[in-house]
């Protein structure tokens, strides 16, 4: 049996891929799912690659190349499935293996890496696809449980006072230092777990978006226990 992730109305859920990638975002859906029940053993996978670095980017070759049992070659041919139908669709998928992201310690008050929610951004139409295989999967966020932290007032003021120029060039420091992408839950909110296995697409804010972005983050990993994660 397959657990969904119950959310807000911006979710909508599809069973195949062309009905993943062909169902247009529109009437506040800007997250679409579809839903997955996966065999194989993606531990497998995880556990025969070395990490040397905090994240290892794994192409088709070295996929390939490991020596699998089964499940773990079961497992195999699914990732490579799903990066085959993504790369012919046009999308450029990532396979990552993750320890942990790099942290943003440079404004304590307002980091700016993954771990934060916040919305992608794009000069053209794109949008965002990801599945976590193993580990702990990112979440996402109801955009009506969610504020923009550059309008919190508190938050405003303090950025306010790393700019030290004109008023008019405000918004485009927010901008260049990608303050404006990010987002703090309010009160109640609640996250939605977006699970391991199913393949989801999300919104991105770019000039032709019909619909707001999807608010998203990475999880905090579990100690001992890297993450699949295909992303583009």
């Given at each position: 049996m397959i657990n969904l992730p119950q959310a807000a109305n911006q979710i909508h859920y599809v069973t195949n891929f062309q009905d993943f990638i062909s169902t247009p975002f529109n009437r506040g859906i800007n997250a679409i799912c579809w839903?997955?029940?996966?065999?194989?053993d993606f531990s497998d996978i995880v556990d025969k690659v070395e990490l040397k670095e905090n994240i290892a980017t794994l192409d088709e070759v070295?996929?390939?190349?490991?020596?699998?049992?089964?499940?773990?070659?079961?497992a195999r041919e699914i990732l490579l499935?799903?990066?085959q139908m993504l790369n012919a669709h046009g999308a450029c998928p990532v396979l990552n293996i993750i320890r942990c992201y790099e942290r943003d310690d440079s404004h304590p008050?307002?980091?700016?890496?993954v771990y934060s929610f916040h919305v992608d951004r794009s000069a053209v139409p794109v949008d965002t696809f990801l599945c976590t295989y193993y580990g702990k999967p990112s979440e996402i966020l109801?955009?009506?449980?969610?504020?923009?932290?550059?309008?919190?007032?508190e938050i405003r003021n303090e950025l306010k006072k790393l700019y030290h120029e004109a008023d008019e060039g405000f918004q485009s420091?927010?901008?260049?230092?990608?303050?404006?992408?990010h987002y703090l839950p309010g009160?109640?909110?609640q996250p939605v777990s977006l699970g391991t296995g199913h393949l989801w697409r999300l919104a991105v804010?770019?000039?032709?978006?019909?619909?707001?972005?999807?608010?998203?983050?990475?999880?905090?990993?579990?100690?001992?226990?890297?993450?699949?994660l295909m992303i583009c």
């Open positions: 839903t997955r029940n996966l065999a194989g070295e996929l390939s190349k490991l020596v699998l049992s089964e499940q773990g070659r079961l499935n799903d990066l008050f307002f980091p700016t890496d109801p955009n009506t449980q969610a504020k923009q932290k550059v309008l919190i007032p420091f927010l901008s260049e230092h990608f303050f404006d992408l009160p109640g909110a804010d770019h000039p032709e978006a019909r619909v707001l972005p999807c608010i998203h983050r990475a999880p905090k990993e579990k100690n001992g226990q890297n993450r699949l």
